[in-house]
């Protein structure tokens, strides 16, 4: 259990296009799920705080305007990268926690497996 | 959220126990530690949390000291799958509280 998923696994834009990449809870529902970024040899930054039906929060440096992030549903979580240039090329992973009245590991976060964005 | 000292990086033949320390001397009443793993390319991999019990788990076990300022992840048998950088944390477990990655210790499994 408690498996999430990141669509696509990797991708390969032009500068100045929008990226969209999505995040699932496959089998439970996450209220919260959490988007990060990875530069080579470095550990995960937080991106933003991701909340079903409400806006996301943004960790301080990251720009709301460049990173959309929407969480329309409690197991799909989006974020765009918009007009994206390529210093945005990076491993973008989101994670969703485990809510407490859920079996298992409850309060333990789960990340999907990655998505490696590389802009030319 | 505490702050966590791990060290940068170990060594552990395979076959035998490796014993990842985690040092977090600040941890609140209410912080849980956790830990992870990142193998290359790949996102994280819960492996265990506790608060002040001991746990163990189908891949490892975790021993917090009793003043909960230290703590220590314990893979039984390390094989070479087992290479990867491993992460602790400590946090509150708070819905919406996000964990906070630091370098964590990589950890080399050799034949």
């Known amino acids: 259990g408690a498996v999430v998923s990141q669509h696509p696994s990797w991708v390969i834009c032009k500068s100045g296009t929008s990226v969209k990449i999505e995040c699932r809870s496959l089998?439970?529902?996450?209220?919260?799920m959490f988007w990060y970024r990875q530069f080579p040899k470095q550990s995960l930054m937080l991106m933003a705080t991701?909340?079903?039906?409400?806006?996301?929060?943004?960790e301080q440096g990251v720009e709301k305007d460049k990173f959309l992030i929407n969480h329309a549903s409690l197991t799909l979580s989006t974020l765009t990268v918009t007009s994206a240039h390529p210093e945005d090329s990076s491993f973008y992973i989101c994670?969703?926690?485990?809510?407490?009245?859920?079996?298992?590991?409850?309060?333990?976060?789960?990340f999907g497996p990655g998505t490696r964005l590389l802009v030319l | 959220d505490a702050k966590t000292t791990q060290p940068t990086s170990m060594d552990c033949a395979e076959g035998r126990a490796a014993n990842l320390p985690c040092n977090h001397s600040?941890?609140?009443?209410?912080?849980?530690v956790y830990w992870y793993r990142q193998i290359h390319s790949q996102g994280p991999q819960y492996i265990i949390h506790?608060?002040?019990n001991n746990e163990t788990n189908e891949m490892a076990s975790l021993i917090i000291t009793e003043d909960r300022k230290s703590s220590t992840l314990i893979l039984p048998h390390a094989t070479l799958r087992d290479t990867a950088v491993y992460y602790c944390i400590v946090r509150a477990n708070q819905a919406g509280t996000a964990l906070i990655f630091g370098k964590g210790t990589t950890l080399s499994v050799s034949s």
């Open positions: 994670s969703a926690r485990v809510p407490s009245a859920t079996s298992g590991r409850p309060g333990a976060q789960y």
């Open positions: 506790g608060l002040k």
């Open positions: 089998d439970f529902q996450a209220t919260t």
């Open positions: 991701s909340n079903e039906g409400s806006k996301a929060t943004y």
């Open positions: 600040t941890i609140s009443g209410n912080e849980y």
